[in-house]
């Protein structure tokens, strides 16, 4: 374990599958009901799988982001770094919404506890495919503050050490609540049709359509917080060609939230834009914690020439 409490690092989630190779269920201390629990194996292993890494991305993906109208669309919910991260299982306890939209149709997203990847959908027509997911409020503590401030510095996330320390916290037992806000955009067919703002707390919204758009011209998204446009928001920018190596750079949005992203044609690209704030005591907003980081995270690809 790490100096962030309450859950175990991605590195040990990859390994454990290998060190219980030969077993066919597991047991463990339920601590909330202070009694041991046997568990399949298999279903172990799925509710591992769905614990987020922490202060880490989480990103809608698939081994393909153009299909046909009449193939199965599969994709994973991925938490990691750099563009790289392990397959979530589906879980409804840590989904508030879990959508896709096509044509100005909405669909609900349809799956059992568990599931692998956790979309699986068949359009049936053209267009341009938005896949919308939203993370019930769960939470973390750093035990001290270096951790807290590595993950401030990464994502540039302002004064947050003279704010906490205006507010008479101590720097050790920082609680944090967060929430995720992921998109992504699939090509079907010819893939006609734009983005659009669906709501959500902070969102990215791209301004131009990468399955039709000249590359060359660069690719205008908008990041936004209630609907408004975030100024001078830092934008993380990874892009991955089609070996698997992973390029990422900064960006910031101008005045009215938007950046040009420079793309290439054979690529795949994840945006990521966070915000942390004081939670309002006045809403059952989540669990109770000292700062709320809100996750705005887009994926997309531009086809090969």
């Known amino acids: 374990m790490s100096a962030i409490e309450g859950k175990t690092s991605c590195a040990e989630a990859e390994n454990m599958p290998k060190r219980f190779s030969n077993t066919t269920a597991i047991r463990f201390f339920n601590k909330c009901k202070g009694v041991f629990v046997i568990m399949p194996l298999v279903t172990f292993f799925a509710f591992f799988a769905a614990q987020p890494c922490l202060a880490h991305e989480l990103w809608i993906d698939g081994q393909n982001f153009q299909a046909q109208s009449n193939e199965t669309i599969r994709l994973d919910l991925r938490n990691g770094e750099n563009f790289k991260g392990s397959a979530q299982a589906y879980f409804k306890s840590r989904i508030k919404s879990f959508y896709w939209s096509l044509n100005q149709e909405t669909h609900q997203v349809e799956a059992r506890m568990g599931d692998i990847p956790a979309f699986s959908a068949t359009p049936g027509e053209d267009g341009l495919m938005v ?113 698997g190596t992973v390029k990422v750079s900064l960006m910031r949005s101008n005045a009215e939230g938007v950046a040009v992203i420079d793309i290439k044609p054979g690529h795949t690209y994840l945006l990521d834009a966070v915000l942390l704030r004081v939670p309002d005591p006045n809403t059952a907003n989540g669990p109770p914690a000292h700062w709320e980081s809100l996750w705005a995270a887009v994926t997309f690809a531009v086809p090969e020439g």
Do not use: C
């Open 131 to 243: 896949v919308v997911y939203e993370s019930t409020p769960s939470s973390l503590t750093y035990r001290d503050w270096a951790k807290f401030d590595a993950f401030i510095q990464h994502k540039d996330l302002g004064p947050i050490e003279e704010m906490h320390e205006a507010r008479g916290l101590l720097k050790t037992n920082v609680k944090e609540a967060y929430h995720r806000y992921s998109k992504a955009l699939i090509g079907i067919g010819a893939a006609q049709g734009v983005d659009q703002r669906f709501g959500l707390e902070t969102e990215f919204v791209l301004l131009g359509n990468p399955y039709r758009d000249d590359p060359a011209q660069g690719l205008a998204v908008q990041i936004l917080y209630r609907d408004a446009p975030r100024t001078d928001a830092q934008i993380e920018i990874f892009e991955r060609a089609s070996d």
